[in-house]
């Protein structure tokens, strides 16, 4: 019982760093000048990718016998970098929004680093969506990055 315990808070914890995610790229959203068209689509894309992974991990907590009835809570650590940045936003400054979205991926690529660790005690189903929905952060990370590097 212990494993499926560490297990699913594990999985709760993704959860919730996955909506805080998507709530601090719609925060972003908000936060970007008129000519930004190309950010503002990126961030709706990864606002929904987040969405996506938090319904893809509740499923699988449910399948665990978790009770995954997360949102944005104050309870875990791994999520707190994207409430952070959330606050941090600096009007229509491409940089400034761009370094603080990557603050956020910095986050959460280290909280799947985390959940993707054997003390987990994850199942080869969760460990093979977990590594999915991870290399897709790097991914995301990497582009913001790129992004913040080209920004003026």
């Known amino acids: 019982m212990e494993s499926t315990t560490k297990a699913t808070e594990v999985i709760s914890d993704l959860i919730e760093i996955n909506n805080d995610r998507a709530d601090g790229f719609t925060r972003a959203l908000k936060d970007l000048g008129d000519g930004d068209f190309d950010l503002k689509t990126l961030f709706e894309q990864y606002s929904t990718q987040s969405r996506e992974f938090a319904q893809e991990l509740t499923a699988l907590g449910v399948q665990h016998g978790a009770d995954t009835d997360t949102g944005n809570s104050a309870s875990g650590t791994l999520h707190r970098a994207w409430i952070e940045v959330k606050a ?38 969760a460990i093979q969506l977990l590594t ?17 590097d080209s920004a003026e």
């Open 88 to 125: 941090l936003f600096s009007g229509h400054d491409r940089k400034a929004v761009l370094q603080e979205c990557e603050r956020g991926e910095d986050a959460i690529k280290k909280a799947y680093r985390e959940a993707l660790m054997p003390e987990s005690e994850l199942s080869s189903e």
């Open 132 to 148: 999915r929905q991870s290399q897709a952060i790097n991914e995301s990370h990497d582009r913001i990055k790129a992004l913040r």
